[in-house]
């Protein structure tokens, strides 16, 4: 994994995710990572065609060199998504909604207050499964939260 700077912000133990996976604190950061290097690698090369000063193309380059490990993941993180959100808006939809989840603070605040629920629903449950020892199946319990079964 790489050598980013994380703060004490706890990341609930041992759960399945979308692959089904069993995964603890360790692995879900380094999925969440994995969301980040992906997102940022297509912005890259989204952006490669505008001239070097150009400043989407700049942002596009800060997300990679976070998702490279450069800087505090969740301050430098919470940043950068605000400036995406609010300079360019069209990109937004591209960012994965968990790293709005895991990255926490401001970008809370461009979830909507049911998306925000459904993830605290599923933290919850997560550290309910965690307290007993057990793995929760991350697809089933999304599905079940969102009526999908």
Known sequence: MKNHIVNERAIVPAFRLLNDTPMNDEQYLKHCLELLSQFAQTMVTR????????????????????????????????????????????????????????????CLHYM????????????????????RGETLDLRAARAKLLNLQ
């Open 112 to 131: 909507p207050d049911d998306e925000i629920d459904t993830f605290a629903q599923l933290a919850d449950l997560r550290s309910t499964a965690a307290a």
């Open 47 to 106: 952006t490669e065609h505008l001239p070097q000063d150009e400043s989407l193309r700049e942002l596009a380059a800060a997300f990679q060199s976070l998702a490279n490990g450069e800087g505090d993941l969740y301050i430098g993180g919470a940043s950068l998504v605000t400036r995406l959100f609010t300079t360019y808006p069209d990109f937004a939809p591209t960012l994965p909604r968990e790293l709005l989840w895991f990255l926490g603070g401001d």
